[in-house]
């Protein structure tokens, strides 16, 4: 189970030194299916179902091999999603996953954060840097703008706000 919040960053707060470079695709959208290598070296499937704050999860290592033949078979109309993840420590122990993206979702910022109970998910007051809350909202989900004109749609999004 994964309870997560999650912030359309338009403005980037200070940016730490370290960071995660990753890529991910989707092999399915419903089931959502995903791929990720993180780094050069480790490579994961994920499997989700559901939307919002809670969402079931499951997650597997997998081999280079088994990465790189999924990745030849990406989900029709969906391109790689690149980014790179920065660890960010809030107070209460709790730590936020800034995502900046290049690729074809370049100029695109997003940031999340992990709960254990639904209970300190809503309590959560964000720092005023996270900008617009789009948890519930299904067009900001990856699968949606892994499409080859995700960021068309970061656009219209812009403009609606």
């Known amino acids: 189970m994964e309870i997560e ?30 791929i990720r290598r993180i ?42 999603i690149e980014k790179r993840r920065y660890h960010i420590a809030l107070q209460d122990g709790l730590v936020a996953e800034l995502h900046v993206h290049g690729g074809h979702l370049a100029g695109f910022n997003y940031v999340e954060v992990e709960f254990s109970t639904v209970e300190k998910a809503k309590a959560f007051v964000p720092p005023e840097w996270f900008g617009r809350e789009v948890t519930e909202d299904a067009r900001f989900s990856y699968g949606t703008l892994a499409h080859e004109d995700g960021m068309e749609l970061v656009r219209c999004l812009l403009i609606e706000r």
Do not use: C
């Open 5 to 34: 919040r999650q912030f359309w960053v338009e403005k980037l707060p200070q940016l730490p030194d370290t960071y995660e470079e990753l890529q991910q695709g989707y092999i399915s959208l419903l089931p959502e299916i995903r």
């Open 39 to 80: 780094g050069d070296s480790h490579f994961i499937l994920t499997v989700k179902r559901g939307a919002g704050l809670v969402r079931e999860e499951w997650e597997t290592d997998i081999s280079r091999q088994e990465y790189e033949n999924l990745a030849a078979r990406l989900y029709t109309g969906t391109r790689m």
